[in-house]
């Protein structure tokens, strides 16, 4: 495990973040090529809107894991978490504009819709958590925030917590996809709470120990 862990951590090292960004950035225009070729089904603006919003949620996700994917397995990708962040706010923002611009098509019956419809009045809610998280994702803002950053940054744990709300609402009848994504988000945010020193016994031990060592 800890030969995995540094052979993992020395392949991240090679790779520029810009990488990250670029195939993260892919699927975007992608998706609304086949949106514009008959791809996505008989209903291409909801096969677009939900692409981008689950792939929003994907990233989300993604991100919340380097944290204990470092202090478990050893693992160290915290160098990807901001370009994960800021592809999460894209997809986001590609989601809402689908939406608002080829679903709704109209500013009335946008604001109608989120004081109406408890899951959008969520989904708008999650995305407004996104908003200042991708304003200060730059070192300027860093700087400028110190301790206030972080505290500002732990906004990811209620956008995620009303990404998967509003997924599980949208969701009609029972369905697993919805289900696992928010237990996921449920495990990540429970491994958060102070109950996580139970995390830190067996394998915790030598992993943290090696990815400080390794970093």
């Given at each position: 495990?800890?030969?995995?862990?540094?052979?993992?951590?020395?392949?991240?090292?090679?790779?520029?973040?810009?990488?990250?960004?670029?195939?993260?950035?892919?699927?975007?225009?992608?998706?609304?090529?086949?949106?514009?070729?008959?791809?996505?089904?008989?209903?291409?603006?909801?096969?677009?809107?939900?692409?981008?919003?689950?792939?929003?949620?994907?990233?989300?996700?993604?991100?919340?894991?380097?944290?204990?994917?470092?202090?478990?397995?050893?693992?160290?990708?915290?160098?990807?978490?901001?370009?994960?962040?800021?592809?999460?706010?894209?997809?986001?923002?590609?989601?809402?504009?689908?939406?608002?611009?080829?679903?709704?098509?109209?500013?009335?019956?946008?604001?109608?819709?989120?004081l109406k419809r408890p899951y959008i009045t969520i989904g708008?809610?999650?995305?407004?958590?996104?908003?200042?998280?991708?304003?200060?994702?730059?070192?300027?803002?860093?700087?400028?925030?110190?301790?206030?950053?972080?505290?500002?940054?732990?906004?990811?744990?209620?956008?995620?917590?009303?990404?998967?709300?509003?997924?599980?609402?949208?969701?009609?009848?029972?369905?697993?996809?919805?289900?696992?994504?928010?237990?996921?988000?449920?495990?990540?945010?429970?491994?958060?709470?102070?109950?996580?020193?139970?995390?830190?016994?067996?394998?915790?031990?030598?992993?943290?120990?090696?990815?400080?060592?390794?970093?």
């Open positions: 495990m800890m030969r995995l862990a540094d052979a993992l951590n020395r392949a991240a090292r090679r790779i520029p973040v810009w990488v990250v960004y670029l195939l993260l950035a892919l699927p975007i225009p992608w998706f609304f090529y086949q949106g514009l070729t008959g791809g996505l089904g008989r209903d291409p603006v909801k096969g677009l809107e939900h692409l981008y919003g689950l792939w929003a949620l994907r990233l989300l996700i993604a991100g919340l894991v380097i944290t204990p994917l470092r202090r478990v397995f050893g693992v160290n990708l915290l160098r990807f978490r901001r370009a994960l962040g800021v592809m999460t706010f894209v997809y986001a923002l590609a989601h809402l504009t689908v939406w608002a611009l080829l679903d709704v098509q109209g500013l009335s019956r946008i604001w109608a819709d989120v708008m809610a999650g995305f407004l958590c996104l908003v200042p998280l991708a304003a200060t994702s730059n070192n300027w803002s860093l700087r400028k925030l110190g301790a206030r950053w972080r505290k500002l940054h732990r906004l990811t744990y209620v956008a995620a917590l009303l990404a998967a709300l509003h997924f599980l609402w949208l969701a009609k009848g029972f369905q697993l996809e919805p289900l696992v994504y928010a237990g996921l988000v449920a495990a990540l945010l429970i491994y958060r709470l102070p109950l996580r020193g139970l995390w830190q016994k067996g394998p915790r031990g030598w992993a943290t120990r090696k990815g400080q060592q390794g970093s």
